[in-house]
């Protein structure tokens, strides 16, 4: 027996986005206090320091929501998406690894101290957080604002699409008859099948006429290509019926 219950897909909730948001906000405020320090290495006047992370991740954030929105575009935009990505990308990585790495050199402990390849792997995460919390973000917006897969009961009633109601002249037309023969109680309706045909079976007995002149034995095939070769169309009933007409008089004559 089928179940009397559809499967529900999940649906994200508001603390679902929240969660993503909050980690996007970590990776990037992580990621905002390394780069605003390598603005102030670079000689940005200090009053100006805060727009250099914000170029560079702002990038990153919105590059991931532009390849998502373009991602059926023309490969050229495509490829432009692609490209303002990787470099903003590639730049906030190696940015916040250069940070790590630098400090990590002129800092002198006498705890824990890693490496620098270890610190320099471990300052991209905060970047790579960024993006990947904005992917999550927009997959889960987009989730939750699609229609459910499966309804039962009224609510499967109210999505099922409407069969448009057929003319009453076209329902007749197609309605066999019912009607006995004979009876004068109403007028006997013939259920036509098929285009109607474009000639009349006698100009089409003298388009075939030259066809039996000219073959002893004409074929199907010869019939029906002089016919559509002067404009009109014939159906296999019909030239069944034109060459049972035309056979007895090739015979007689």
Do not use: K
Request: charged share 20%.
């Amino acid at each position: 027996m089928p179940p009397t219950t559809a499967l529900t897909p999940h649906r994200a909730t508001a603390w679902d986005r929240a969660a993503v948001t909050l980690l996007g906000a970590a990776g990037c405020t992580l990621s905002y206090d390394a780069l605003q320090q390598i603005a102030v290495a670079l000689h940005i006047r200090p009053v100006l320091t805060y727009l250099f992370p914000l170029v560079i991740d702002g990038f990153i954030a919105y590059g991931v929501r532009a390849l998502l929105v373009l991602r059926n575009a023309p490969f050229r935009a495509r490829f432009y998406v692609w490209t303002l990505f990787a470099t903003a990308t590639t730049a906030s990585v190696w940015a916040n690894a250069l940070h790590a790495v630098r400090l990590n050199q002129q800092t002198r402990t006498t705890g824990l101290h890693l490496g620098d390849t270890t610190v320099g792997l471990l300052s991209t995460i905060a970047p790579l957080a960024l993006a990947g919390a904005v992917h999550l973000h927009i997959l889960i917006t987009r989730a939750n604002t699609r229609p459910p897969t499966a309804d039962t009961g009224h609510d499967a009633a109210e999505h099922r699409p409407q069969t448009p109601a057929r003319p009453e002249q076209e329902i007749q037309r197609t309605r066999p008859d019912t009607t006995p023969a004979g009876s004068e109680s109403s007028p006997v309706r013939l259920r036509r099948i098929g285009r109607p045909p474009s000639a009349e079976l006698d100009e089409l007995l003298d388009l075939a006429r030259p066809v039996f002149a000219a073959h002893e034995s004409p074929t199907r095939s010869l019939v029906r290509e002089a016919v559509r070769s002067a404009g009109h169309s014939l159906s296999e009933d019909r030239l069944t019926q034109v060459m049972t007409t035309l056979r007895p008089e090739q015979d007689g004559h």
